[in-house]
């Protein structure tokens, strides 16, 4: 699945030089029959190590993370959900 901004295709078709508007309405109807889907953005940030070096605090929400330390939980953030891509 992909995931568009329809308010940004709908300004696309705002502006798109229609032929006497042929078209553009059952266009228009087309894409309000899908379906809509809850969508946020990923956030994304990195691990930061801490003084205390026991674990270490999430760049985005600065919640230590116990789970951190352990590979496949590691890669997000247990507290907000952000992903751990991030480069130095």
């Avoid at 809850?38 to 940030?45: F, N, R, S």
Wanted: net charge negative; charged share 35%.
């Amino acid at each position: 699945m992909q995931l568009i901004d329809a308010d940004e295709l709908f300004k696309e078709f705002e502006n798109h030089a229609w032929e006497y508007n042929t078209g553009r309405e059952e266009a228009e109807d087309i894409l309000l029959r899908f379906p809509t889907v809850d969508a946020e953005p990923v956030k994304h940030g990195k691990w930061i190590d801490t003084r205390e070096k026991l674990y270490p605090r999430c760049s985005v929400c600065g919640e230590m993370s116990i789970d951190a330390t352990h590979t496949n939980k590691g890669m997000y953030c247990s507290s907000c959900g952000a992903k751990m891509d991030e480069k130095e």
